[in-house]
C-alpha cells in the first residue's frame, strides 16, 4: 500500500524560506513521477511541481518558477520542495502526490496522495 507523508510545514513571514518533505513508501516509485499541489482556503488544489522519481525530468508552475524547487533523495525515499522567497500567496495546504509514467499537472491523473501539511506566510 502506497503511503506519501509530508512534513515541514509552518508559518513563516514574507521573503522566507520553508522546506518540505515527502516520505514515501509501500512500492518501488522507479517508474513514477512525484508531485506537489497545493490548495488555498475558498480555491481548488493547483499543481506547483513534479519530478520524476529516476532522472532529472521536473517541472513547475508559472507562478513559483525560479522561488521554488523540487528534489529526490532517492536512498531515502523522500521527495523535497524548497520554497523560497515565499509570498501570502503562497499560503496553503500542501499536498505530495505519485503517479506512474507519465508527468502531469493535472490533478485526478494522481492516483496517491499524503494527508498534506499547512504553509502560512505572514506579510
Known amino acids: 500500500q502506497v503511503q506519501l507523508v509530508e512534513s515541514g510545514g509552518g508559518l513563516v513571514q514574507a521573503g522566507g524560506s520553508l522546506r518540505l518533505s515527502c516520505a514515501a513508501s509501500?512500492?518501488?516509485?522507479?517508474?513514477?513521477?512525484m508531485g506537489w499541489f497545493r490548495q488555498a482556503p475558498g480555491k481548488e488544489r493547483e499543481f506547483v511541481a513534479s519530478?520524476?522519481?529516476?532522472?532529472?525530468?521536473?517541472s513547475y508552475a508559472d507562478s513559483v518558477k525560479g522561488r521554488f524547487t523540487i528534489s529526490r533523495a532517492n536512498a531515502k525515499n523522500t521527495v523535497y520542495l524548497q520554497m523560497n522567497s515565499l509570498k501570502p500567496e503562497d499560503t496553503a495546504v500542501y499536498y505530495c502526490?505519485?503517479?506512474?509514467?507519465?508527468?502531469?499537472?493535472?490533478?485526478?491523473?494522481?492516483?496517491?496522495w499524503g494527508q498534506g501539511t499547512q504553509v502560512t506566510v505572514s506579510s
Open positions: 502526490a505519485a503517479k506512474p509514467f507519465v508527468t502531469s499537472d493535472i490533478e485526478n491523473e494522481y492516483p496517491y
Open positions: 519530478i520524476r522519481w529516476s532522472g532529472s525530468s521536473s
Open positions: 509501500g512500492r518501488t516509485f522507479s517508474n513514477y513521477f
